[in-house]
Nanobody, 114 residues
Framework: QVQFVESGGGLVQPGGSLRLSCAAS????????MAWYRQAPEKERELVAT????????YYSDSAKGRFTISRDNGKRMLYLQMNRLKPEDTAVYYC???????WGQGTQVTVSS
């Protein structure tokens, strides 16, 4: 059973940083690209960043570029999202998922507010 467990969210002031983590299970992690998505209140879920199976290639949305860094540790089956210079508009529930998968985890709430 494919599963994703996100953690690391919280309340942070504008300009602050957070590091999100995602524990993946139920599949051969090192064989798949992974992604982070987010969903703000009353908005569609949107892609934030992706990373190929060995971490050699990454993609960032325009809103994430230059501030967020996606990474992975295949030995630990973990995906990460380092978020710096956070803005109130980054407030959302953040989800990780395997590229091509359809089942989502619970996500982790990120709130950026003073």
């Amino acid at each position: 059973q494919v599963q994703f467990v996100e953690s690391g969210g919280g309340l942070v002031q504008p300009g602050g940083s957070l590091r999100l983590s995602c524990a993946a299970s139920g599949f051969t992690f090192s064989n798949y690209g992974m992604a982070w998505y987010r969903q703000a209140p009353e908005k569609e879920r949107e892609l934030v960043a992706t990373i190929t199976n060995r971490g050699g290639t990454t993609y960032y949305s325009d809103s994430a570029k230059g501030r967020f860094t996606i990474s992975r540790d295949n030995g630990k089956r973990m995906l990460y999202l380092q978020m710096n210079r956070l803005k109130p508009e980054d407030t959302a529930v953040y989800y990780c998922i395997r590229i091509g998968a359809t089942s989502w985890g619970q996500g982790t709430q990120v709130t950026v507010s003073s």
